[in-house]
């Protein structure tokens, strides 16, 4: 989220409701990572390792350039997920109690069609690289000293939406080009009501409420070229370029000493600065039945005073897809989802989660002659550490994982 | 890094591919062809696809020669309507699918290489319903999409190997060529007419047919109660005995792959009314 909500949220809770904080500073749909659910058929087996090869509409996400070689002149495809999340924050109620998230959402996240019109190949496609839906009812019974009872209602929706058209045509028989030019749209909606009973009678309530939402174009250029037989390297750039952003917030506390009801209202239409994106992709084609992909992505590091500064990432992604026979393919694939977030000084307060992942990726693909469906899992996993409670020094494990189950169908005609 | 190193890298990326691009070696679109997509990429070179349809224009060419042409511009639509519907879920998509109806009493239909099919309008005139015609087109395309009559006289392109068959003579003008490409248009023709296919050829264009009628979403009895009713008429005995397996064996072998295959309980369409319209 950002500098700004961490200082009015962080100061006014103490430490009796610590996760008033936790909208802040944590995260499950993720601008600490840049990979969260993976996307398209094919793609979505092999760790998302597929700049090099994008010859169906996946590519539209992946590199628009190699739609070109797409092996039928229509295709369209589309994916669903199921995706879980699981994150535990060891001791993260008042030190004692470790603190579950967890997040269920089934969405349709990618839906690609490509067509040849004229010397080249056009496309459109909408895909939700990332989706989370939380819905937490947690009610304990003492725990941490002076506390009776501790009630905590949690709600957060948050998608991050891109749709938009492309075009790819080949520059000759061994080079093409293309671009991507999506809307991007991430929105976000949380509430969170905390209720803590003290043990003298007296109880203090936070009630905090966020909406995001923020407008932007992501425009994506690729190329692909093979340079020697069976070989094809692809490369790829990206910026997302917002346009308009807003953030409004409300906080509401009554304090269990005082009991006094303080309200807090905040709107901004501040933009989060996002990274270039860099892709090259390396894809070894030997045989009709075997391919191997190499993913590595970069993304630069931003400076921004108001939702915070974010490092430099470098993920990588291998993947492997071989066919048993000729109607049944198995992909594998393994792949890095680092955090963008600097690590956890201990000498400091109201800093950001930061969560290495390391993921894995399967799936089985049925074809028929003109058609394909495939059932494929994501795994990814993680441990790091993270600051929950505002304006405090400690620092809290965190453990993470995500499963995302997906059925994912392709036609041509 | 700072942006302007990424852009300046990404450039410099770009212009390096693009000048290594003219010295390069490799054909992506034969490399990335998966396995599963063999089955939908033409597996024959061009110069074979050409040679197909060039021969089975010339085989076309003779069965105009027999029969004219039934004057019905609306009964022709419909019937390649019908019949490119159903070559649309073939695996022949380099074809273009082109149906004729024939003005003659006989009952009978014909599939000639590259595409070309004829059907009798003695054989529409035995059709209760729309399924039943799909049903033969179905039959006759399974024949061009299994390159029956290609196999059956090795039709090659010109690059194809010097020792096959034919080879080579559509590519040249020579007289012998030419003497040669005519023999094998009649050996095509008397396949048709005369001798017929072999028997397993019949009974795989039934299978796929009635494959190609399921996917398409007809009844998949219909080629079956098509074929079951016309064994009883005896203009059809004469004509089609001659080149297929007898009735029986044909009806036996569709019950018991639709029996098999669990296609029973598919519920195709008919498109009775449909049909009638057209042939009124």
Request: aromatic content about 10%; overall charge neutral.
């Given at each position: ?413 | ?81 019908v019949?490119?519907?159903l ?40 059709m209760s319903d729309e399924a039943e015609l799909a049903g033969v087109l179905a ?70 047919g009635t494959e190609l009628l399921v996917l398409t979403g007809y009844d998949p009895h219909a080629l079956n109660r098509y074929l079951a009713k ?24 569709l019950?018991?792959l639709i029996?098999?295959?669990?296609l029973d309980n598919i519920k195709g369409t008919r498109f009775k009314?449909r049909f ?5």
């Open positions: 989220m950002n500098t700004w909500t961490n200082k009015h949220s962080g100061s006014v809770c103490g430490f009796v409701i610590a996760l008033a904080f936790c909208g802040a500073g944590t995260a499950l749909a993720d601008e600490y990572h840049y990979t969260n659910i993976l996307i398209g058929e094919r793609a979505a087996g092999m760790g998302g390792a597929y700049t090099a090869v994008s010859d169906d509409p996946s590519g539209l996400f992946y590199n628009p350039a190699g739609i070109v070689y797409a092996p039928s002149s229509n295709i369209s495809a589309s994916v669903n997920a199921y995706n879980l999340q699981d994150k535990n924050y060891k001791q993260g109620l008042s030190g004692l109690s470790d603190w579950k998230r967890k997040s269920t959402t089934f969405v349709p996240n990618f839906f690609g069609i490509i067509q040849p019109v004229g010397q080249g190949v056009i496309g459109f496609s909408y895909a939700v690289p990332d989706s989370v839906t939380e819905d937490q009812d947690l009610d304990l019974t003492n725990p941490a000293s002076g506390i009776s009872r501790y009630i905590i209602n949690f709600n957060n929706d948050d998608r991050t939406y891109k749709i938009g058209p492309s075009y790819a045509r080949a520059v000759n028989d061994r080079l093409s080009v293309g671009a991507t030019l999506y809307f991007h749209y991430w929105a976000r909606q949380w509430i969170s009501n905390q209720l803590a009973i003290l043990d003298n009678g007296s109880y203090q309530h936070n009630n905090t409420y966020f909406k995001t939402s923020e407008y932007g174009v992501e425009p994506m250029l690729g190329m692909m070229w093979s340079p020697v037989d069976k070989l094809a390297l692809g490369l790829t750039a990206s910026k997302t370029l917002l346009y308009s952003s807003s953030l409004a917030s409300q906080l509401i506390v009554r304090d269990a000493t005082t009991k006094e009801i303080a309200v807090t209202k905040n709107n901004s239409s501040m933009k989060r600065i996002q990274p270039l994106r860099i892709t090259a992709g390396a894809a070894y084609f030997p045989t009709s039945k075997l391919l191997l992909s190499m993913d590595v992505s970069h993304f630069s590091a931003t400076q921004d005073a108001t939702f915070g500064n974010r490092i430099a990432v470098t993920n990588v992604a291998l993947g492997v897809e071989y066919y048993l026979k000729p109607t049944l393919a198995l992909r594998g694939g393994i792949y890095t989802d680092n955090a963008n977030t600097p690590k956890l000084l201990n000498s400091l307060s109201n800093q950001r989660e930061h969560i290495d992942l390391l993921g894995l990726s399967a799936s089985v693909t049925r074809f028929t002659r003109n058609s394909s469906l495939t059932l494929g899992l994501n795994y990814a996993s993680g441990d790091g550490r993270a600051q929950l409670v505002g304006g405090s020094n400690d620092i809290q494990n965190v453990t993470t994982q995500s499963l995302t189950v997906f059925m994912a169908t392709s036609y041509n005609y | 890094m700072k942006i302007r190193q990424h852009v300046a890298l990404f450039g410099l990326a770009c212009m390096t591919a693009l000048g290594a691009a003219h010295f390069a070696r490799a054909n992506p679109e034969s490399f990335r062809v998966r396995v599963s997509q063999e089955t939908v990429v033409y597996d024959v070179s061009k110069e074979d696809i050409e040679a197909e349809i060039t021969f089975g224009r010339g085989v076309a060419a003779r069965i105009f020669g027999r029969f004219s042409r039934y004057d019905d511009e609306a009964l022709t639509r419909y019937v390649n309507l019949g490119r519907n070559a649309a879920h073939a695996n022949r998509p380099e074809l273009s699918f082109r149906f004729v109806v024939l003005a003659t009493d006989t009952i009978n239909a014909y599939a000639c290489p590259g595409g070309y099919i004829f059907i009798t309008r003695g054989a529409l005139e035995q039959h006759e395309i399974a024949h061009i999409t299994q390159k029956h009559i290609v196999k059956a006289l090795n039709i090659h392109g010109e690059k194809a190997d010097a020792a096959a068959g034919i080879s080579h003579i559509l590519g040249s003008i020579a007289d012998p060529t030419r003497v040669a490409f005519s023999q094998a248009v009649d050996k095509a023709v008397d396949i048709l007419f005369n001798h017929g296919l072999d028997k397993a050829d019949e009974f795989e264009a039934d299978r796929v016309i064994s009883k008429k005896s203009k059809a005995r004469e004509t089609i005995s001659e080149t297929h397996p007898p009735f029986p064996e044909r009806v036996k072998a019950d018991r029996s098999q295959a669990g009314e009638d319209e057209h042939m009124d």
